[in-house]
């Protein structure tokens, strides 16, 4: 597990980059509305870990139940179209400047791209 | 000599065939339908928002107004509730199409068709009430959809494009249409998506 630590490291500067360019992009003109998109970010890996655990046989049917993984995929599209669907719309209204925007969006990439990275490297099962 | 024997018709209907997905496209086909529709789905409502943001923001006057030789005018149009009605209707319509069992519209007879029909109820339509429920609720929920689409049509072009109106108001219409065919082909894809065999459906849970 040699290959662990260096990942890890890499992992965790990559998501200070991240945070890096969001913070950047709302301080450099002391608007604080891109910080929303790291909190859409953060909360897109939530539902698909909170529904592989709903998800299951149930008592009343014999059969496998993906209704629960299926709502959890649902709304992980629906979050990481937001983060980016977000600042593009706040650059379009012109509350942003077009910078920002770029910014945020890379940084909010970055940021789900390591939690994407981490839990693929790291977790036991192969859902994220 | 005999030939091996294959599971599958060979004979091409395309001379130039469809390109097969790779195969870890094919694996988890299911998987990435639905994270695609729900992609659509947000695309279309971040479109219709995007246009509440503008228009919000142009029905606010500026700060600075209060020189006399250009006095601020408020904008000609605003997007009122009747723009978010067509597409609360294709999400109301979209909810209803995914909440039907799917099983209930293809099986051909419930568990024992005398026994299973409530009350007495569909006494005129045969012997299985729950498809005939089941499919009326499918046909429901497509409509909310099909008027959600044709009124965010009705919309555009009776507030944005019949009246002349300065050059801009045509972007809150045109949103408005992308919402609601982004809502119905999110449920297209979700349904197809739906009714593919995962691979992973046989999962063993204590």
């Known amino acids: ?128 | 000599m005999s030939l091996p024997r294959r599971s599958y018709d060979p004979r091409r209907v395309c001379l130039i065939p469809f390109p097969t997905l790779p195969s870890f496209l094919q694996t988890n086909k299911r998987s990435l339908g639905i994270y695609t529709s729900g992609a659509l789905f947000a695309i279309g409502w971040w479109f219709f928002l995007d246009a509440c943001i503008l228009s919000s923001l142009s029905s606010r006057p500026p700060p600075s107004s209060q020189d006399p030789e250009s006095p601020w005018d408020p904008p000609v149009v605003t997007i009122s509730f009747a723009d978010w009605v067509p597409g609360l209707c294709g999400t109301l319509g979209m909810i209803v199409v995914n909440l039907i069992d799917k099983q209930h519209l293809t099986e051909a007879v419930g568990f024992g068709s005398a026994t299973f029909s409530f009350g007495g109820g569909g006494g005129g339509f045969g012997s299985d009430s729950v498809q005939w429920r089941a499919r009326l609720f499918l046909f429901l929920g497509f409509a909310l959809m099909a008027g959600g689409l044709a009124g965010s049509i009705t919309v555009m072009t009776v507030k944005y494009l019949v009246p002349v109106l300065p050059p801009g108001y045509d972007y809150y219409g045109v949103a408005n249409v992308v919402q609601n065919a982004s809502i119905m082909l999110s449920t297209v894809l979700l349904w197809i998506s739906q009714n593919q065999e995962s691979e992973f459906e046989y999962n063993l849970t204590l």
């Open chain 1, 1 to 128: 597990m040699a290959a662990g630590i260096k990942t890890i490291i890499l992992l965790s500067f990559v998501l200070a980059l991240g945070f890096l360019l969001i913070i950047l992009s709302c301080a450099l003109w002391s608007n604080w509305l891109p910080l929303l998109v790291a909190l859409t970010y953060i909360l897109a890996p939530l539902p698909n870990s909170l529904c592989s655990r709903c998800a299951g046989a149930d008592d009343f049917s014999a059969d496998y139940n993906s209704a629960f993984l299926d709502f959890g995929h649902f709304m992980t599209g629906m979050m990481v179209v937001t983060g980016v669907a977000l600042p593009l719309s706040l650059a379009h209204a012109g509350i942003i400047a077009p910078v920002a925007c770029a910014m945020s969006i890379a940084g909010g990439g970055l940021v789900y791209g390591t939690i994407l990275t981490y839990s693929g490297f790291f977790s036991e099962s192969d859902e994220f």
